[in-house]
C-alpha cells in the first residue's frame, strides 16, 4: 500500500532530485541537500540544511520521522545534531536538517547530496489517564538502566 504525501519545491532555481527509495526495501526516502555552492561542515559544527522541499502529511494517523543516514554517520562522523526529527501531519514548512560533525575532520557537503532520511509511521493516539497504582505489575515493574545486564 503507497500513501500519497503532497511535496512541492521552495527554491524553483535549483536542480532538484526528488527524494526517493534508493532500493525496493528501504524503509527511508533519502533527503538531499539543496544548496547552491559546496558547505564546509567543521569538525564538531553544526549547521542547518535545507533540503528545499516543504511536504504536507495531511493524515492525523501519520507521522514523518527524520533519521541519519548511517554511511555518512559511520565513514564521517556526520549525524543529526538532534538525533532524531518529526515532522507532524499538519506542518507545511521547509524541511531542514541540523547536521552536527562529530569528527575531527572537516567534511564537504555537495548539492543534492543525501544527507538524511525520512520515514513515515502510523501514528497511536492516547488518552492518559492519571491512577494512584497499577492495577498489575510487571516483571520488570522499576528496574531501571542496564537491569538486563550486556551477557
Known amino acids: 500500500m503507497k500513501k500519497i504525501i503532497n511535496v512541492k519545491f521552495l527554491n524553483k532555481n535549483f536542480n532538484y532530485k526528488l527524494s526517493s527509495y534508493a532500493t525496493s526495501g528501504s524503509a527511508g526516502l533519502d533527503l538531499r541537500a539543496c544548496i547552491k555552492d ?3 561542515l567543521k569538525s564538531r ?3 542547518l540544511i535545507s533540503t528545499g522541499i ?3 502529511i495531511n493524515d492525523y494517523n501519520i507521522a514523518a520521522i527524520i533519521l541519519p543516514r548511517s ?3 559511520h565513514r564521517y562522523g556526520i549525524i543529526l545534531s538532534n538525533n532524531i526529527g ?3 501531519s ?3 514548512g521547509p524541511i531542514l536538517i541540523s547536521l552536527f560533525n562529530r569528527s575531527n575532520y572537516n567534511f564537504i557537503i555537495k548539492p543534492n547530496y543525501r544527507i538524511a532520511q525520512m520515514v513515515f509511521v502510523p501514528i497511536v493516539k492516547v488518552e492518559l489517564k492519571l491512577v494512584k497504582n497499577f492495577t498489575k505489575r510487571s516483571t520488570r515493574y522499576n528496574k531501571g538502566f542496564g537491569h538486563s545486564g550486556i551477557k
Request: negative net charge.
Open 54 to 56: 516543504a511536504i504536507h
Open 71 to 73: 554511511g555518512l554517520s
Open 86 to 88: 518529526l515532522i507532524d
Open 38 to 40: 559546496s558547505i564546509i
Open 45 to 47: 559544527q553544526t549547521k
Open 90 to 92: 499538519d506542518y507545511q
